[in-house]
Every structure is written in structure tokens, then in C-alpha cells.
């Protein structure tokens, strides 16, 4: 399979661009590639591009923008990710299984069990390392969408957001079985699917039972099955039950 | 939560029975218990029970079991998991997803592309491993009942085990969308569940042309939208997906 490498600026048949730095070392130094190999490339916004290894320095790797062709296809649903931010690097692989499945966004939440805060979140700089990880991702999942990080918010915010229509929405919390009667079976959703909506996933520990009255006033809860799924992999089954019942498979 | 240890010995009110010794290490060493704390006990067959802590020694705990109590709910639907060895300890993740999500049965499956063989599989012990794993997902998802992990077998044996519906079919055989012709979304087929299915799940460089032929001779090959998946995340997407599907969430 050709190599694929992002850079924002490829535009159109003929450009000559640069690659950000993380894409030119691995250009160089992982795959060792020499002017004149094939490669593609893709801007992060939809656009993938034929293109040519045009020269390597110390400084920078340039490439020729060759013919357009296509990418891995976009999911006809926008589902914006509402992900409680989990500990250590789990989340950096939530961001990456989202990616691969098709996510419009990702939107790290800060909740009442989070072990982190929104300070601590910028002091960390982990906002760039999740962008990082999605372009990782897209790289490796064939698509030439990256999906932007949006600004870390806490619960309290995010569920305001849907309520004013500022997420996408209407949203879908998903929640444990025993978060109450309010919950539904993903299976009682409508088949038809939105044009767009935010699943928002909870924290380690679940969530607080304001959370759930909360989220229960700006989205639907929707519960998996009776069995405790792991918070990290809890994304990835309710993105892959959501495209199933939406026919996105 | 009250805490959860595996003993296949539980199986009446009032049996006193000895914890494998791993469950007397969690009891003992990592939570601390003490004689009359209460704690639940599973059998691995789908019996569930409230019990007493009823002695502790160097050499064995024991427990008194009380009532007959719920385990998390088993899906309708059997799915034995039939996973191509992945490489590392990606293995372990997919079956601890595995039976998180309910499978009935985990069948490990060396193909061509796989880095290891029957014999390097059984001289690792790795069946014994998964199967640590296995009871291991099963206390915390809270599933009473441990999935087997059957003898590996190679992926021609496992072809015409399905051919010979020795393995529970009709199967369907995960793929890449690349794979022709013959391969359908997940959306085609038919919402009402079966009994009982075996789902293929393939390695991190893919089925090659042969297994593809030789596996759909003898299942259904499934798609799962156009992006790569990765290996070590499509069981768990497949299994989303078909539950999805078939009404399980």
C-alpha cells in the first residue's frame, strides 16, 4: 500500500508543499524514502492526493501534489464523541479508535469522577497530543479527514451545549442499565438515521447521578446490553452499534 | 459492588467450598477480605451466588455460598468467536473484550498470515493463558459464565469445521471491503438473529486470496464500512455490530 502522510496545505494538482515536521520524519526516518518515490497525501479536510517525494534536507521534506483520488469514505451520520476524559493514556486510544471508525469530532468532558481538571488538561498540553493521535489515526485508517479536537468542557457545559443546539444534538448519553428508567435499549432508537448527534461516554467510574438527571434533561440515555462494559471501550461498541443500526456497515 | 470470585465448585446454598488458588490471592492480598465478609461467587456455568468469606489459611480460602443470585444477562444469541492469533499480547485484549461482550466460545486461529503456529501456541501455554483471561473479564463484566477457549486450530481446520457444521453456522467471516465481490455489508444481512453463529475475525496483515476463497466456501463474508480497522479492534467492533443488529443492546 502507498504511503500516506498529512499535510494541511496540499490543495491542488501541481502544489509543491512542505510537510509538518512529525510527517517529515517519518517520511525520512521511518520509512527512509528518496525523491522520487510515491506517496500520498492527504490535507485533513477530505482532500487525498497522488504524490512524489520532490526533495529531503535537514530542514524540510517537499512534495509534488500529483492527481486527486479517493479516500476511505465519510460516514453519512456526523457523530460528534462527547468522551469523559479516562486515566493515564486511555484516552489517547479512544481518540484513535474514534478516528478509525468515523467520528465528525472528539470533545473531551470533564466530570464529577474525572481525575483530571481543565487546568490540568492545558498544563498537560494534551488537547495537541489528542490532535496528534488523530492524524495518526487517519493516516493508518485511510481517511484524509482528521477530525478536530474541540476545546476540552466540563459535564456541566457539555449538556448546556446540547440543550442550546451549540453540539450537535439531539444527543445520545450512554449509560449504564442501572441509571434508571429514563434509560432506553439502543435497539428502541430510530432506525432512520440523524444527519448528525453527540454520543457522549462516561468516566471510569460512571456517572454521578446528577450527571444522569443532567444529561437525561439535554439528551437520550441509551443503554448497551446488561453486561459492565470497560469505559475505554466503550466508545468503540457504541460508535460500531450506532453505525450498525444506522446501516453505516 | 460487592466483590466477585470465580470457583467452579460453587453450586448449591450452603456448599463450603475452597477458591481456586489466583481467586484466593485477590481475595486475600489485593482487597484484603477477612472471615464473614460477604462477597458473590460464580461457577463459569451461569451460577451466580451471594457467599461469606467462611476462612482464610496459607493454604486455601474457603466460602460459604448462600443464595442463588442474577449474573449480568447472557445475549440470545451464541457467537463463537473465531480470532486469528494476533501478534504481541493483543490476543489477551480480544478475548477480555471478547467476553465482555458475551461470546460463547473463543476459538483461537492460526493463518497464514499469523506470526505463530500450533506448536509455538501450545509450547507458550497461551491456551492457558486466555483461558486466565477469560475468568478474569468474566468478574468484572459480571457475566457468570466463563467462555471456553477451544484448541487452536488453523484456519483450513476451522473452514471445514464450519463446512461441516461441527463449528456453529452459518459463519461470517469479517473482511476488508478489497476483498471482492462476494463479500456484503453488514446491513444485508437479515436483522433476526440466529441461534448460534461463529464469527471470523482475521490477523494484522489480512486474510490472503486463498483463506478469502476458502472462507467463503464455507461462511458469509461481512463487511464493516470503508475504513481499516485495526486488527486488534475489529472483534470488537464486529461483535458490536451484530448485536446491534440483532436487538442484543
New interface residues.
Given amino acids: 500500500m502507498t504511503p500516506r502522510f498529512y499535510t494541511p496545505l496540499a490543495h491542488h494538482d501541481g502544489d509543491l508543499v512542505a510537510l509538518p515536521a512529525e510527517e517529515a520524519a517519518h517520511l525520512t526516518r521511518v520509512l527512509r524514502l528518496e525523491p522520487g518515490d510515491a506517496i500520498r497525501v492527504f490535507n485533513g479536510r477530505g482532500g487525498e492526493f497522488e504524490a512524489l517525494v520532490d526533495s529531503l534536507s535537514r530542514a524540510e521534506v517537499r512534495v509534488r501534489v500529483g492527481a486527486a483520488c479517493a479516500p ?2 465519510e ?1 453519512r451520520v456526523a457523530v460528534t464523541l462527547a468522551q469523559a476524559v479516562l486515566k493515564g493514556d486511555k484516552m489517547d486510544d479512544v481518540v484513535r ?1 474514534a478516528v ?3 467520528v465528525a469530532a472528539v470533545l473531551p468532558v470533564v466530570t464529577a469522577r474525572s481525575e483530571v481538571t481543565l487546568a490540568s488538561l492545558a498544563r498537560g498540553r494534551r488537547r495537541e497530543r489528542w490532535a496528534r493521535v488523530a492524524i495518526a489515526s487517519a493516516k ?4 484524509a479527514t482528521v477530525p478536530p479536537i474541540l476545546e476540552p468542557r466540563t459535564f456541566a457545559d457539555a449538556a448546556a451545549a446540547l440543550s442550546a443546539l451549540t453540539l450537535p444534538g439531539p444527543g445520545l448519553m450512554f449509560v449504564e442499565p442501572s441509571a434508571g428508567a429514563d434509560a432506553a ?3 428502541e432508537l430510530a432506525p432512520l438515521p440523524p444527519r448528525e448527534t453527540t454520543a457522549v461516554v462516561g468516566p471510569e467510574g460512571g456517572w454521578t447521578r446528577e450527571e444522569v438527571e443532567r444529561g437525561a434533561a439535554a439528551c437520550r440515555l441509551v ?8 469505559a475505554d ?1 466503550m466508545a ?3 460508535l ?6 444506522w ?3
Fill in positions: 476511505a469514505p460516514p479508535d478509525m471508525m468515523g493508518q485508517c485511510g481517511r435499549p439502543l435497539g443503554t448497551l446490553g446488561g453486561r459492565t462494559l470497560r471501550a468503540l461498541v457504541a460500531s452499534a450506532l453505525f450498525a443500526l446501516r453505516e456497515f
